[in-house]
């Protein structure tokens, strides 16, 4: 199969704060989040590599390291509240339609609905807890690894200036521009 080149500016973190300034930098400037990668999760690099890991930097240029999507702040929050919402609009407007449907009164559907709303947002605040947890132990696993490794596709050279000139104005370590094979 035919081979093309993939560049990409690559660099650790030594910090969230860090990280997430270099890539709000990054997505202002041009940079779309379908160019931003990072580790994956401990086990999923491991699995795939077929071996552990001591350092995140010993997977910088490493083609095989198994990476993730940016999830920003942002959309963890977004996932929390709708972890929160949705079970309680569902559990909500069940419980008063069924109280309703069944002949009871306004009165009752309405504390019904209520009751069971807080029961579902309850219910939901649990798994929104888990899932902000889950986002953090990922951050907490990497900076014991020695810190949170980001890699930026670029299109062209002053594309891989820019990135790696954003990266190190956030206290990127060992940042630098690396070619790997791709096939088409």
Do not use: N
Not at 55 to 60: M, N, R
Not at 91 to 117: D, Q, R
Not at 158 to 167: D, F
């Amino acid at each position: 199969m035919p081979t093309r080149s993939i560049r990409e500016a690559v660099g650790y973190f030594e910090s969230a704060d860090a990280l997430q300034g270099a890539i709000d930098e990054l997505m202002s400037s041009g940079f779309d989040r379908a160019e931003l990668s990072l580790l994956a999760a401990e086990k999923t690099v491991e699995e795939k590599l077929g071996h552990l890991y001591r350092k995140v930097s010993e997977l910088e240029d490493d083609p095989k390291a198994a990476r993730t999507f940016y999830v920003s702040d942002e959309s963890v929050g977004a996932g929390e509240g709708a972890l929160i919402g949705g079970p309680l609009y569902v559990a909500a407007g069940a419980t008063g339609g069924m109280i309703l449907a069944s002949g009871g009164t306004m009165a009752a559907a309405v504390l019904g609905a209520v009751l069971a709303g807080g029961a579902g947002s309850l219910i939901g605040g649990i798994f929104a807890k888990l899932f902000g947890e889950r986002h953090a132990q990922h951050l907490q696993e990497q900076l014991e690894h020695g810190g949170l490794l980001l890699w930026v596709r670029t299109r062209d050279a002053a594309h891989e200036k820019r990135a790696a000139r954003i990266m190190k104005a956030h206290s990127g370590r060992d940042v630098h521009v690396h070619a790997l094979a791709a096939t088409a």
